[in-house]
């Protein structure tokens, strides 16, 4: 599945702005959501639509529809949260899971603490992961073996930067989920923080350190 690098002006604007070290946690949890509300957009533009009868003040006829309930938004915690509210502005009947996940900081696997999922997601409907940063990929391939597991076919990882060792680590172990992101950093420091990236996202969403 080829990966969507979301290059639109706007997001790529906004994401200038979340990589300044002098955003502060009000603004950068606001960049975040903006930045997930615009790869929505995107990540959405083959849902399939269904045929409905809708009556103008002028006369009847039909319009297509998105089924927004059969959709399926699991974010990774604690990063992903912060996306949460910008895919619910435009898929707000959306069903929402949750992934506890941590890296363990020796040995940089994750580590998972959570899980609670809705029926939409056995259902088949579209299931989209929530995370900003795709690394080394750990935490994106366990979520995505998970929710396979639980019964996810149609599945979309967004992120906001990734790298491409993280996107081939996902690719090798899933390559039917479409990636999307809003830019592809050129590597990994020692500690696995991406570079330039944005720092730790969950500590800058939540003024955690
Ligand atoms: C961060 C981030 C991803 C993961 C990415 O979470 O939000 O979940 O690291 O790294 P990977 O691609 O190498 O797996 P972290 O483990 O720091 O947890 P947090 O969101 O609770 O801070
Ligand atoms: N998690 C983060 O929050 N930032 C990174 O750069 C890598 C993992």
Redesign the pocket.
């Known amino acids: 599945m080829p990966l969507h690098l979301v290059e639109h002006p706007l997001v790529q604007h906004k994401l200038t702005m979340l990589r300044d070290k002098e955003t502060g946690p009000k603004e950068f949890r606001e960049l975040v959501e903006e930045l997930a509300l615009l790869l929505t957009y995107e990540l959405t533009r083959d849902l399939p639509l269904v045929e409905v009868e809708v009556e103008t003040p002028l006369a009847r006829t039909k319009g297509r529809m998105v089924r927004g309930e059969r959709v399926s938004v699991i974010p990774i915690l604690r ?1 992903g949260l912060g996306m949460l509210g910008g895919v619910l502005k435009l898929l707000p009947a959306a069903r929402v899971g949750h992934i506890g996940l941590y ?1 363990d900081p020796e040995t940089l696997e994750p580590v998972q603490y959570y899980g609670k999922f809705p029926p939409s997601l056995a259902e088949g409907g579209p299931a989209i992961v929530l995370d ?2 795709l ?1 080394t990929g750990g935490s994106a391939a366990a979520a995505v073996d998970l929710l396979r597991r639980r019964g996810a076919r149609d599945l979309r990882f967004m992120c906001l ?1 990734a790298t491409r060792e993280g996107i081939e680590r996902v690719e090798k172990h899933h390559p039917e989920v479409a990636i999307y992101a809003a830019a592809v950093d050129p590597g990994l420091n020692e500690h ?3 570079v330039p ?7 800058r969403l939540f003024g955690t350190r």
Not at 197 to 203: I, K, Q, S, T, V
């Open positions: 990063a890296r900003p940063m690394a930067v696995a923080y991406i990236g944005l720092g730790d996202a969950g500590d």
